[in-house]
């Protein structure tokens, strides 16, 4: 999980169906919110890639999450 304009972004690896060998990529967005609460603003999957490798899964769902925030919580990150 790192830091992204005011936002954490976490990428997981999450396993395919039993007896598949290969992953997929969850991509999360949170964000502080008051009295030390977190938010979840985001959960970002893409069903049509998957890998062979569960660190390259998470890598990708990370980066889908840093895309995400650039993107579509520009405006919402600055204010």
């Not at 954490?8 to 395919?16: D, L």
């Not at 609460?37 to 890598?59: N, P, Q």
Request: charged residues 20%; glycine residues 14%.
């Amino acid at each position: 999980m790192e830091q992204h304009r005011g936002y954490w972004i976490h990428g997981s690896a999450v396993p395919g169906p039993p007896y598949t060998s290969y992953w997929k990529s969850l991509g999360t967005i949170l964000k502080s919110g008051r009295s030390g609460s977190v938010i979840e603003v985001g959960r970002l999957h893409d069903s049509g890639v998957t890998f062979d490798m569960a660190e390259l899964a998470e890598w990708y769902g990370l980066e889908l999450s840093r895309i995400a925030v650039d993107q579509c919580f520009e405006c919402a990150g600055n204010g």
